[in-house]
């Protein structure tokens, strides 16, 4: 090949680099909100993240392999199942939302907080509020299928579509069917379903035991039915799924039980507990009885205990006054409750969680799959803050303040579906959508051109076929840099044991 006929083949080439570039960046800012997109936020309770690894779990396997996954997330001090589903519909801490415990006391209003108390004053404490109502304000359409929370109203405000109240005795299936439904007619735009498994049963036998392994697979049958409903209605491809937990779970004895009452009763200081075990708040009556009641309650062994100010800044467990003045962290596998009373609640117990949440037992699982995200990528595991402006940025709508950031979750999402990095603090993600028929548009005269000066290209491309061409355009690469990925590998109990 002459030097003339190869320099012109290059021209040629660069142009067409140069045409594909800016088609790209155009289709980025004209699509990287797309329209707002259908969201499936999916909760197993307590889907420890490996329990993915025991190959009894076919569809969750297939469903992260066509979508991506990260291979845990890292949830929320304490990991309880109230505090963690807020985080996950918040992105804020549990110091931050306010709902510290399954139980917890507020000084404040002096009066304590069960899984039934449903006034906005113990969910809305600095004016939170979750994802599905943000959604409604913001002009979307949500629906709460036994969620925790679905049924405490924010200024007023309920989902539009809730399922009863947060119960157990709706079948798996039902809620599927329902979910399913009102996506396929359009009738919201954002969905989150709840799932009492495999909590209960990691709780009654164990996370090792061979009824665990019974119960995932009633758990793949059900993300079956739910994925067959989806496709049946063919908006499979369309909704954005997020499908993930609020903890994992490890085995625990009730013969590795701390009872506080044993260390602290011979003080004669006047205390009280609030438990969350393995968490256990203690509140001195009054503030000077701390430092006995503290340095009692160091004598105990396989716990940690911390005064208020000396808990760990990682937990970001500290800033809020329903974190008891005393909070004791039992050791992984260990328990530590009150009083003995325990025993006749808890005695058959063999699974737990609620610890440190650095533990990787008490990780959750994560998964995607929709168009917005990529196929068969593997993220490095992110805080479980950071799913909320995921929530947000899919369904383009403006988040609320909040801990979590977009920045290390993107690598999960499509190329089209990348949020520039100061998405966070812009406006409202729905006027983003305007420019996308002004970008297809343009992106259409740019394809004419491509393909005018593709034509060009053949005509001189019979002599140069024999070339070796080691050509790149300029988009190669990108999205790739600085991105970390991690290969696959690695007697009925009482409800305040969630
Ligand atoms: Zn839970
Ligand atoms: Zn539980």
């Known amino acids: 090949m002459d030097y003339n006929k190869s320099k012109a083949f290059k021209n040629v080439c660069l142009k067409l680099a140069i045409v594909y570039f800016l088609s790209d960046v155009v289709l980025f800012k004209a699509c990287y909100a797309l329209t707002p997109s259908l969201v499936l936020l999916v909760s197993f309770d307590g889907f420890r993240w490996d329990y993915l690894n025991r190959g009894l779990t076919p569809t969750f396997n297939n469903l992260a392999h066509q979508g991506s996954k990260a291979n845990y997330t890292i949830n929320a001090f304490i990991t309880k199942t109230f505090p963690n589903h807020y985080t996950l519909v918040t992105g804020l801490y549990e110091e931050s939302h306010g709902l510290t415990g399954n139980h917890m006391y507020d000084p404040i209003l002096n009066k304590t907080f069960g899984l039934q108390n449903l006034e906005p004053k113990w969910w809305s404490q600095n004016g939170q509020e979750p994802v599905w109502i943000t959604n409604q304000r913001q002009g979307g359409h949500s629906a709460v299928l036994d969620f925790p929370g679905m049924d405490v109203p924010f200024q007023g405000m309920f989902p539009e579509y809730e399922y009863i109240k947060y119960t157990e005795s709706i079948p798996f299936n039902d809620r599927s069917d329902l979910a399913v439904a009102l996506l396929a007619n359009g009738s919201v735009n954002f969905v989150a379903l709840y799932f009492s498994e495999p909590d209960k049963a990691g709780h009654m036998y164990g996370p090792f035991s061979k009824e665990m392994n019974e119960t995932l697979g009633i758990c793949d049958k059900t993300l079956e039915y739910l994925l067959d409903r989806l496709e049946a209605e063919d908006i499979l491809d369309k909704v954005n799924i997020i499908l993930t937990a609020d903890h994992g779970m490890t085995p625990v004895s009730i013969n590795k039980t701390?009872?506080?009452?044993?260390?602290?009763?011979?003080?004669?200081?006047?205390?009280?507990?609030?438990?969350?075990?393995?968490?256990?708040?203690?509140?001195?009556?009054?503030?000077?009885?701390?430092?006995?009641?503290?340095?009692?309650?160091?004598?105990?062994?396989?716990?940690?205990?911390?005064?208020?100010?000396?808990?760990?800044?990682?937990?970001?467990?500290?800033?809020n006054v329903r974190v008891p003045p005393i909070v004791v962290v039992a050791d992984e596998g260990w328990m530590v409750v009150g009083s003995r009373d325990f025993k006749t609640h808890y005695g058959g117990v063999k699974g737990m969680h609620g610890y440190n949440n650095s533990l990787l037992s008490m990780h959750p699982m994560f998964i995607v799959h929709g168009p917005a995200f990529k196929k068969g990528a593997v993220s490095k595991p992110f805080n479980s803050v950071d799913v909320y402006p995921l929530m947000c940025h899919l369904l383009g709508i403006k988040p609320r303040p909040n801990n979590g950031t977009l920045d290390t979750v993107k690598y999960l999402l499509s190329v089209h579906s990348t949020p520039p990095s100061n998405e966070e603090d812009g406006s409202d993600g729905r006027q983003h959508s305007q420019y996308f028929s002004v970008g297809i548009a343009f992106a259409v005269v740019i394809a004419l051109l491509a393909i005018v000066l593709l034509t060009g290209m053949c005509l001189q491309q019979r002599s140069y076929r024999k070339e070796e061409l080691t050509y790149h355009t300029l988009n190669d690469g990108l999205d790739t840099e600085d991105e970390e990925v991690f290969e696959d590998g690695d007697q009925m109990l009482p409800n305040t044991i969630i």
């Open 258 to 319: 701390i009872y506080a009452m044993d260390y602290l009763n011979g003080t004669a200081y006047p205390y009280f507990t609030v438990e969350n075990n393995p968490i256990l708040g203690i509140w001195p009556n009054k503030s000077e009885h701390l430092d006995p009641l503290y340095e009692a309650m160091q004598k105990a062994e396989h716990v940690k205990v911390y005064k208020k100010e000396e808990i760990p800044e990682q937990y970001h467990y500290k800033n």
